[in-house]
């Protein structure tokens, strides 16, 4: 597995992910709440290390 080149631009509560093959994907963080345009998942922050990720795709079986 070789390295990858992985650059993240703040916006604000916008984010905005870049690869070697340039833009991926976009993000939107306020709070602990956050939504990325790639996997289409709602994220929250929860205390110490654990998170929750509601992926938009599993919620409509």
């Known amino acids: 597995m070789g390295l990858?080149?992985?650059k993240r631009k703040k916006y604000g509560p916008?984010?905005?992910n870049f690869t070697e093959n340039?833009?991926?994907s976009w993000s939107v963080k306020?709070?602990?709440w956050s939504w990325n345009?790639?996997?289409r998942a709602h994220r929250v922050d929860l205390p110490g290390p654990l998170s929750?990720?509601?992926?938009?795709?599993r919620s409509r079986a």
């Open 4 to 6: 990858m080149f992985r």
């Open 37 to 39: 345009s790639r996997a």
């Open 22 to 24: 340039g833009f991926s």
């Open 52 to 57: 929750w990720k509601q992926d938009k795709s």
């Open 30 to 32: 306020i709070g602990r």
């Open 14 to 16: 916008l984010i905005l």
